[in-house]
């Protein structure tokens, strides 16, 4: 004779005490060690990627004004003072010969990546022009976040 599901007895319960599923004080403790392990580890890496990538940002904006500037300086034989400042990238001076703007590809001027206006000097103390930023500090100098980024 063949069992059949309807045939088979029931087993009696497991006869183990009351206990509730979780962690030990001990798992969760270690657990804990763990992640401050990783996070004084991975930390100070990923604050130090964060800053080094708004330095990036403000050396290719830096560069991208540079390109405007070159493209001003062919139409309009020069490059603006700096009393008209970068904003003669988005509108003519006025009686300018030549102006073809606007050089930029935004409405606004472009911030630098600390939400501060790039510095502009022309005639520059390095060139024609000198375009900067002062870095996370705001002021002149630095190092590492704080070192200011420069077209010379």
């Not at 270690?30 to 990627?49: E, F, Q």
């Not at 030549?98 to 050089?103: R, T």
């Amino acid at each position: 004779m063949q069992n059949t599901p309807h045939d088979t007895p029931a087993l009696p319960a497991a006869a183990e005490p009351d206990r509730q599923a979780g962690f030990t004080l001990i798992e969760l403790l270690v657990v804990l060690v763990i992640l401050g392990l990783l996070a004084g580890l991975v930390g100070p890496r990923v604050l130090a990627y964060l800053g080094g990538a708004r330095s990036d940002s403000a050396r290719l904006q830096i560069e991208n004004f540079k390109s405007a500037l070159d493209l001003y300086a062919i139409d309009v034989g020069g490059y603006p003072t700096t009393s008209q400042g970068l904003k003669a990238l988005l509108v003519s001076p006025g009686g300018l010969r030549g102006w073809n703007g606007p050089y930029l590809r935004t409405t606004d001027l472009p911030q630098d990546p600390w939400g501060v206006a790039y510095g502009y000097r022309a005639p520059g103390q390095h060139g024609a022009f000198d375009l900067y930023s002062f870095g996370a500090d705001k002021r002149e100098g630095g190092s590492g976040d704080d070192a200011d980024i420069t077209s010379w």
